[in-house]
């Protein structure tokens, strides 16, 4: 198994491109998130899955949307890209709702620098 | 909203027991998760509490009191390579699919 998988590992974007980062898991996981992580912070929500076809925003949605076509696909759009969106995302996935104490397992990132 | 508190920095020497206290404030809660991210690496799972008690794995323990909204992980025998971030998150949300982080333990582990 893979794991969770993210594309690419580095990007850098100017003020008002847009992109899609890739997300992929080849655990047939339900659940699938999508973090950012700013320097010295902890890990904010950006959308989750509940399964295909299900999605809803987390704490910090703005600037970004998502779909979920297939179980194994979450890709992350940045619609018009701002320098504040410059940080670290992480996709996760986990078989069912981590309140159940499932594990959530993390891809490597994507580093994304807007300038 | 969702608030979480821990300590910015904890060290200890190798070989000791460091525990990492978490306080949170948080509605529609199912549990406390403990997550560890070593510099540049992807945060891993640790556990998992969703009643209160203690949770042992290994080395790792984590606690929960759900009345007073507070949990905490225990380390024990401390290795070099526990050096790292420790975050605490709620779980909570609809189906409980939305973790709130805390802004993370940055532990030192010293010869």
């Known amino acids: 198994n893979a794991g969770v998988t993210q594309t690419p590992k580095f990007q850098v974007l100017k003020t008002g491109q847009s992109m899609t980062l890739q997300c992929a898991q080849d655990?047939?996981?339900?659940?699938m998130s999508w973090y950012r992580q700013d320097p010295g912070m902890g890990l904010r929500l950006i959308h989750y899955?509940?399964?295909?076809?299900?999605?809803d925003q987390g704490e910090v949605p703005n600037g970004y949307n998502v779909s979920r076509s297939t179980t194994e696909d979450f890709p992350l759009r940045l619609l018009s890209a701002a320098p504040s969106q410059t940080s670290v995302y992480f996709c996760?996935?986990?078989?069912?709702?981590?309140?159940?104490?499932?594990?959530?397992?993390f891809g490597p990132g994507t580093r994304l620098t807007v300038l | 909203g969702q608030s979480l508190e821990q300590p910015s920095e904890v060290t200890a020497v190798e070989g000791a027991i460091v525990q990492i206290n978490c306080t949170y404030q948080?509605?529609?809660?199912?549990?406390l998760s403990w997550y560890q991210q070593h510099d540049g690496g992807a945060p891993t799972f640790l556990s998992y509490?969703?009643?209160?008690g203690l949770e042992e794995t290994g080395r790792f323990s984590s606690f929960l009191s759900r009345s007073d909204s507070y949990g905490y992980l225990l380390l024990q025998e401390l290795q070099m390579k526990d050096s790292a971030s420790y975050f605490c998150?709620?779980?909570?949300?609809?189906?409980?699919?939305?973790?709130?982080f805390g802004d993370g333990t940055t532990l030192t582990v010293k010869p």
């Open positions: 948080t509605s529609g809660f199912y549990g």
């Open positions: 509490n969703g009643l209160d």
């Open positions: 998150a709620v779980v909570w949300g609809t189906n409980a699919g939305k973790s709130t």
């Open positions: 899955s509940v399964g295909a076809g299900i999605t």
């Open positions: 655990m047939n996981h339900e659940y």
């Open positions: 996760a996935s986990s078989r069912t709702g981590t309140g159940g104490g499932d594990t959530q397992y």
